[in-house]
């Protein structure tokens, strides 16, 4: 069997989701709280990698749920117990509930079958929210992760799935941070041991196939 071949095993549409992570405008648009991270999604075509297999997913019948970050005006419920937390505070942008902040961006294609689960505290898309029980209702066993950022969310994301039994599908020209040498050492050296690194352009080959 071909690593194509096995690609496209492990991607069976029936029992595939693809996730989206914080793909949202205060994080990755233009107006983002995170200039910085925004730009190197976009420079590097990430982002509109991710809308792409968005559309893929939809063409071929797989799964798709978006995962946003959010806040309440009055910060009840976010996590205060690291750097990360407290400099959210002071950001200009706020991903409050409701506001254009935590809308996706105009490059994820959304449909009506999509689902989108937010979270209020913690740095994992997965852990404290509905992600595994939706998945496991929608009978997925393989996660396709894609979006931001390579420096906390998307390692989160990836181990916690793998540990809740869910082979993870990694397309590294999806996901993006910062620095850039920085989120490819983290693919290559960290995340290539526990999830099936791979392409955009294999993704949706697989599918076609």
């Not at 009840?76 to 809308?103: C, H, M, Y």
Request: one cysteine or more; charged letters at 20%.
């Amino acid at each position: 069997m071909t690593s194509a071949d096995r690609l496209a095993a492990l991607l069976g549409p029936a029992t595939t989701a693809l996730l989206t992570v914080e793909c949202q405008r205060g994080v990755v648009g233009r107006d983002s709280a995170l200039p910085e991270l925004a730009a190197a999604a976009r420079d590097s075509g990430a982002l509109d990698r991710v809308g792409g297999l968005v559309a893929g997913a939809h063409a071929a019948g797989a799964a798709v749920l978006h995962a946003v970050a959010i806040r309440r005006p009055d910060g009840r419920g976010a996590n205060r117990n690291a750097r990360l937390f407290r400099a959210a505070d002071r950001l200009p942008v706020k991903q409050l509930d409701g506001t254009d902040a935590v809308r996706l961006t105009e490059e994820i294609p959304v449909a009506d079958t999509d689902l989108t689960v937010t979270r209020l505290h913690g740095l994992s898309p997965i852990a404290g929210t509905d992600v595994d029980a939706l998945l496991r209702n929608l009978g997925c066993r393989t996660l396709i992760v894609t979006g931001v950022s390579l420096n906390i969310a998307i390692p989160n994301a990836v181990f916690d799935a793998v540990n809740l039994g869910y082979d993870v599908v990694l397309p590294a020209d999806a996901v993006a941070g910062v620095p850039a040498d920085y989120a490819a050492a983290v693919v290559r050296h960290t995340l290539s041991l526990v999830a099936t690194v791979t392409t955009t352009d294999d993704i949706l080959a697989a599918w076609r196939q």
